[in-house]
């Protein structure tokens, strides 16, 4: 079981920049896929952006593309979402997830670890 924590989130203005942490508890770190996701009041869960174990395949949402970045320091046993240009339709409570695995993850039924989300809120 890996246990995830996330931070970073808050109210900030349109256009503004936010940059999200996820710090897992677990010694093999580097052998997890990782994921954002994030669930909007009303809205199911959706698919934002994920890594792979070693950093060097990422894979994003068409809504975010160009305007997020997903990084991970397997040192530091830490995910990371920069959200750069954000905008009203961002507001969210966003959740990082985890699976073992080499290869990328973009479904939601892949994860079996989460953390409890960090709320995102973008004013206009």
């Known amino acids: 079981q890996v246990q995830l924590v996330e931070s970073g989130g808050g109210l900030v203005q349109a256009g503004g920049s936010l940059r999200l942490s996820c710090v897992a508890s677990?010694?093999?770190?580097?052998?997890?896929?990782m994921a954002w996701f994030r669930q909007a009041p009303g809205k199911r869960r959706e698919f934002v952006a994920a890594?792979?174990?070693?950093?060097?395949?990422?894979n994003y949402a068409e809504s975010v593309k160009g305007r997020f970045t997903i990084s991970r320091d397997n040192a530091k046993n830490t995910l990371f979402l920069q959200m750069n240009s954000l905008k009203p339709e961002d507001t969210a409570v966003y959740y990082c997830?985890?699976?073992?695995?080499?290869?990328?993850?973009?479904?939601?039924?892949?994860?079996?670890?989460w953390g409890q989300g960090t709320q995102v809120t973008v004013s206009s």
């Open positions: 997830a985890a699976r073992p695995s080499v290869v990328l993850h973009i479904s939601i039924d892949d994860y079996t670890n």
């Open positions: 677990v010694r093999t770190f580097s052998r997890y896929a």
């Open positions: 890594i792979t174990w070693g950093g060097g395949g990422t």
